[in-house]
Nanobody, 126 residues
Framework: QVQLVESGGGLVQPGGSLRLSCTAS????????IAWFRQAPGKEREGFSG????????YVLDYLKGRFTVSRDNAKNTVYLQMNSLKPEDTAVYYC???????????????????WGQGTQVTVSS
């Protein structure tokens, strides 16, 4: 069983950048697809990015492409989410989640993922 811990969140000004990390323990990440979700206050949890277990294939919601990039370093058992040109509407708790096997097509759905981190707060404000 894999345990996930997110880190790297914080307060950033509009236009700034953050890199979130999702670090695994208990198992190696190279056999898991990893997805990123976020949940803003009063809103549903939204899956917006993912990375495949084996070939590094990635997915990012269209409206976030160009600003958000997902990558993985299996040697460090870590998946990264690079967020640039941050906007106030990006404010949310960000979660990573894992599932054994391949990344499903399309936007990540919560029911597709078994293992979850505790979340990290990202606040974009001046």
């Amino acid at each position: 069983q894999v345990q996930l811990v997110e880190s790297g969140g914080g307060l950033v000004q509009p236009g700034g950048s953050l890199r979130l990390s999702c670090t695994a323990s208990g198992d190696t990440l190279d056999s898991y697809a990893i997805a990123w979700f976020r949940q803003a206050p009063g809103k549903e949890r939204e899956g917006f990015s993912g990375i495949n277990d084996s070939d590094g294939r990635t997915y990012v919601l269209d409206y976030l492409k160009g600003r958000f990039t997902v990558s993985r370093d299996n040697a460090k058992n870590t998946v990264y989410l690079q967020m640039n040109s941050l906007k106030p509407e990006d404010t949310a708790v960000y979660y990573c989640a894992a599932r054994a096997g391949s990344l499903p097509p399309g936007p990540p759905e919560t029911f597709e993922y078994i293992y979850w981190g505790q979340g990290t707060q990202v606040t974009v404000s001046s």
